[in-house]
Each structure stands twice: as C-alpha cells, then as structure tokens.
Antibody, heavy 121, light 107 residues
Framework: QITLKESGPTLVKPTQTLTLTCTFS??????????VGWIRQPPGKALEWLAL???????RYSPSLKSRLTITKDTSKNQVVLTMTNMDPVDTATYYC?????????????WGQGTLVTVSS | DIQMTQSPSSLSASVGDRVTITCRAS??????LNWYQQKPGKAPKLLIY???SLQSGVPSRFSGSGSGTDFTLTISSLQPEDFATYYC?????????FGQGTKLEIK
C-alpha cells in the first residue's frame, strides 16, 4: 500500500523560505519509472504543478517558479524535500506531494493528504 | 507551455444522468491526458490515465476518450458520490499542466 504524507510549517512570513517534506511508504524512489511530485492548490482555485523528481535524480520545475524551487530526495529515508524561497501571500495554498508513475504515460497515481501553508506577517 | 481548457466550468446534473466533461489542449498531446476527481477538503484521486485507461478500483461508469487535442470524460450514470470537481492534466511535456476544473453539482 502506497502512502505519502506532507509535513512542514503551517504559517510562514513573507520573504521566508518554505521547506516541505514528503515522507512516503510502499514504494522506493530508486525504482525505475517512479517519481514524486509537488502540486499546490490555492483556496478555491485549481491545481498547479510545482516540481517533480525521478528515480534517476532527474528534476523538473515549473518554469514560472523555477528560480524559487529546489527538490531533492533521500532514498534511504523515503523522503522528498521541496524548498521554496521568498514566500509571498499569493503562495498561500494546500501543498500536495504525489507518487508519479513515469514508465511511459506519466500520471500522479497516489497523493498525500496535503498540508495548508499560509503566508502572512 | 501547453494550455489545458476544460468545459464547462460547472455543471448541474441529477443522479442517473449521463455527463460529459471536455478538455482541450492548446496543441497535440497524443494520448498523454489524465483525469482526476477531487472532493472538498480531499486530495485529488486519479480516475483515468493515458486518455482512456481506467485506474484500478475506479467504477466502470467512468470512461475517457480522445487523442490529439480533444478529450472527454464521461460518467455513464451519475451516482451521489460523483458530485465533485474534475481536473484534466496533460503529461505530454514539461511543464505538466492541469485544467481549471469542472465542478459537478447536484441539480
């Protein structure tokens, strides 16, 4: 059974750096064809993809946020970490991590419950 | 970037109705199109991948079709638990992008 869970601060101040951790079980990020992505959703709005890291350490970022994002993995701990710099109130959103099937057609097969991050002074 | 446009943005329907939601890509994405269902306060759930493949455990009343730029998600007979927001997602190229969502409400 695949599970993922996001953890990190619920409140950050403008200009601060957000660090979110996705801890997962039921799969290995060293297995070919597997990835973990981050997706966010501002309150009442649509889903927005942020970043994705693959089993081979290939990393992809949203072009509009690339300068602010870093995604890394710790295979031994079954964790993926996303950092986002220079946080702004418009970054207030629920942040999800998701298991990506990436062997052929790519899709987010399993999702964490999400964590709401509020950016406010 | 490939833009994804869903229609309609919202839809009212009754239990037992057949419902179709459309997703259009700004350029051809072959069959690299996925559909998700999201209920309030919950994470999205994968329904359909690669345009027409039903994710394991998803009821057979859900089906997907299309290729190129035009895709549809069809629910053959709406059940009470199907009232939710539906998103399409293209995975043809980076950045992957979701549609703006279609909110399916009870009539």
């Amino acid at each position: 059974q695949i599970t993922l869970k996001e953890s990190g601060p619920t409140l950050v101040k403008p200009t601060q750096t957000l660090t979110l951790t996705c801890t997962f079980s039921g799969f290995s990020l060293s297995t070919s064809g597997v990835g973990v992505g981050w997706i966010r959703q501002p309150p009442g709005k649509a889903l927005e993809w942020l970043a994705l890291i693959y089993w081979d350490d290939d990393k992809r970022y949203s072009p509009s946020l690339k300068s602010r994002l870093t995604i890394t993995k710790d295979t031994s701990k079954n964790q993926v970490v996303l950092t986002m710099t220079n946080m702004d109130p418009v970054d207030t959103a629920t942040y999800y991590c998701a298991h990506a099937f990436a062997a052929g057609p790519e899709y987010f097969q399993h999702w964490g419950q999400g964590t709401l991050v509020t950016v406010s002074s | 970037d490939i833009q994804m446009t869903q229609s309609p943005s919202s839809l009212s329907a009754s239990v037992g109705d057949r419902v179709t939601i459309t997703c259009r890509a700004s350029q051809s994405i072959s069959s690299y199109l996925n559909w998700y269902q999201q209920k309030p306060g919950k994470a999205p759930k994968l329904l359909i991948y690669a345009a027409s493949s039903l994710q394991s455990g998803v009821p057979s009343r859900f089906s997907g079709s299309g290729s190129g730029t035009d895709f549809t998600l069809t629910i053959s007979s709406l059940q009470p638990e199907d009232f939710a927001t539906y998103y399409c997602q293209q995975s043809y190229s980076t950045p992957t992008r979701f549609g703006q969502g279609t909110k399916l409400e009870i009539k």
